[in-house]
């Protein structure tokens, strides 16, 4: 018995029926219909209108007014240059800004708005006695002496004679680290003859 006869017997083929499989039938010829009148051909337009009264001979010597001689009152074209009103935005902003402006400006700094500025960008201090504040001093001598407090606390003088020329990414990082070890350097050394003097009050 041979190879190929003991094989399975190979299955039918697959059909599409959509593709070659499906006859059409042939159209027969359609049946010759009478044409029938098309209902918008078989309507007839109204009779046009009746013509206007015949004017009067006074009233027909009086000229016609021309479409320019008539200007209603809310109409509008974008096409005419004649405009009820000049609309001036620029008069209009600049007066508004005044106002707002004279609404601003008082006699008394203190009642203006805060405004917290940067310590590189300066510090003010006002001299009022009333209310003594963080931002604020009775007398101009105490005034002076808390604003140059600030100026030592937020390190002015150094950030500005920092900022004179351009340092590049390497130093900046080397000098930062060399200034955070001399701090630390100073509260461990302040901190251990803090302590070597209180064990010599001892007697130590």
Known sequence: MRLADRRA?????RVNPLIGGVQFKPQEPAAATP????????F?????????????????????????DIAPGNTYSATSKALPFELDVTSILSTKAAEYGRSL??????TRPRVR??????RTIFVRAAQPGPNSAPTVRSALAM??????T???KNKYH??????????????LASERWRARFKGGFCAAYARVHELRKQGW
Do not use: F
């Open 35 to 42: 044409t029938k009148p098309d209902a918008r051909s078989a």
């Open 147 to 152: 604003l140059g407090r600030l100026v030592n």
């Open 9 to 13: 017997p190979k299955p039918a083929p």
């Open 162 to 175: 920092s900022q004179k020329a351009h340092e590049r990414p390497g130093l900046k990082r080397k000098r």
């Open 117 to 122: 500025a940067a310590a590189t960008t300066g």
């Open 44 to 68: 007839t337009p109204p009779p046009p209108p009746p013509p206007p009264p015949s004017k009067s001979a006074p009233e027909a010597a009086k000229p016609s007014p021309s479409s320019s």
């Open 154 to 156: 937020q390190h002015i």
């Open 105 to 110: 400006q008082q006699e008394d700094p203190l």
